[in-house]
């Protein structure tokens, strides 16, 4: 069974930093697609970064390129989103998401990434508050 945990959340002031973290078990992160939405009060669920484990390629929202980025420990079976100069827009519930987890290619992945219908497996979620 997939599970996806979610950790590093918290609430830092403006400029700060945070980094989180998504636990996977049930597959591997090794070949699959991993990204990190995120949604506030009122707003759509927004794609804020995706990577595609086959060929390592990222992907980030442009309100967040330059300041945060998605990686990922193969050996730890983890995904992160590190994430620098935070604003107070950036204050959300982040969500960990995957797909592909049995090996199924994502045709297209690069412009599906941002949509949450593409991805089947989700966490529950950590909360960032940022403060100005």
């Known amino acids: 069974q997939v599970q996806l945990v979610e950790s590093g959340g918290g609430s830092v002031q403006a400029g700060g930093s945070l980094r989180l973290s998504c636990a996977a078990s049930?597959?591997?992160?090794?070949?699959?697609?991993m990204a990190w939405f995120r949604q506030s009060p009122g707003k759509e669920r927004e794609g804020v970064a995706a990577i595609d484990s086959r060929d390592s390629n990222t992907y980030h929202a442009d309100s967040v390129k330059g300041r945060f980025a998605i990686s990922r420990d193969i050996a730890k079976n983890t995904v992160f989103l590190q994430m620098n100069t935070l604003k107070p827009e950036d204050t959300a519930m982040y969500y960990c998401?995957?797909?592909?987890?049995?090996?199924?290619?994502?045709?297209?992945?690069?412009?599906?990434?941002?949509?949450?219908?593409?991805?089947?497996?989700w966490g529950q979620g950590t909360q960032v508050t940022v403060s100005s």
């Open positions: 998401a995957a797909a592909g987890t049995g090996g199924q290619l994502l045709v297209g992945f690069n412009g599906r990434w941002r949509i949450p219908a593409t991805f089947p497996y």
């Open positions: 049930g597959y591997t992160v090794r070949a699959n697609y």
